[in-house]
């Protein structure tokens, strides 16, 4: 089973910094595509970043210059460094990765717990 698990979550003050990180365990095959998103309180789930295996990104117009996403596919790895924090940055931020368990299987897309990360003075 495979499990991706978030950490580096926090309280921070506006303007400041936080590095998330997820690491996937388990018995897989390869991991393509990987991404962060996160849910603000009353709000539905949104896009914050995604990055391919091939290191391709793509970020939500709102994080754009503040927020950067990487990976480490030797680690099984992705990271968010978000700089800048924004009150309005508040929210759940969960991971995801599109994983293939065995070759020839389809990909299943798995999603880790979250981590919290607020944001206020």
């Known amino acids: 089973q495979v499990q991706l698990v978030e950490s580096g979550g926090g309280s921070v003050q506006p303007g400041g910094s936080l590095r998330l990180s997820c690491v996937a365990s388990?018995?897989?095959?390869?991991?393509?595509?990987m991404g962060w998103y996160r849910r603000a309180p009353g709000k539905q789930r949104e896009l914050v970043a995604t990055?391919?295996?091939?290191?391709?990104?793509n970020y939500a117009d709102s994080v754009k210059g503040r927020f950067t996403i990487s990976r480490d596919n030797n680690k099984r790895a992705v990271y968010l460094q978000i700089n800048s924090l924004k009150p309005e940055d508040t929210a759940v931020y969960y991971c995801?990765?599109?994983?293939?368990?065995?070759?020839?299987?389809?990909?299943?897309?798995?999603w880790g717990q979250g981590t919290q990360v607020t944001v206020s003075s």
């Open positions: 388990g018995s897989l095959f390869s991991i393509y595509a």
């Open positions: 990055i391919t295996s091939d290191g391709s990104t």
């Open positions: 995801n990765a599109d994983v293939r368990l065995q070759p020839h299987w389809p990909t299943s897309t798995y």
